[in-house]
Nanobody, 125 residues
Framework: QVQLVESGGGLVQAGGSLRLSCAAS????????MGWFRQAPGKEREFVAA????????YYADSVKGRFTISRDNAKNTVYLQMNSLKPEDTAVYYC??????????????????WGQGTQVTVSS
């Protein structure tokens, strides 16, 4: 089992940037595919980005493509989400998630096995 802890959220003006981090416990982090999801008030949780175990391939929702970058450092057991050109519609609680099967480019929340507690991102206009 793995425990995930997100950090880096906060309040930022539109056009600004934030970098989210997700630190994982355990020795098997490099075997998990990782994803970021977000959930705005009154909306369902939605896929944001995913990265394969080695970090060689990344996948993005159309709404964030070109603005967000997912990356990972397996030596530090950490996955990151660099968010640039933020928009008010990016406001949400952001969650990282781990897929223990290490599948590539999974976009369905139900396919992920472990979740962090979430970190709030608020973008003001």
């Amino acid at each position: 089992q793995v425990q995930l802890v997100e950090s880096g959220g906060g309040l930022v003006q539109a056009g600004g940037s934030l970098r989210l981090s997700c630190a994982a416990s355990g020795r098997t982090f490099s075997s998990y595919a990782m994803g970021w999801f977000r959930q705005a008030p009154g909306k369902e949780r939605e896929f944001v980005a995913a990265i394969r175990r080695s970090g060689g391939s990344t996948y993005y929702a159309d709404s964030v493509k070109g603005r967000f970058t997912i990356s990972r450092d397996n030596a530090k057991n950490t996955v990151y989400l660099q968010m640039n050109s933020l928009k008010p519609e990016d406001t949400a609680v952001y969650y990282c998630a781990a897929d223990r099967l290490g599948r590539v480019g999974v976009r369905e929340a139900l396919e992920y096995d472990y979740w962090g507690q979430g970190t709030q991102v608020t973008v003001s206009s």
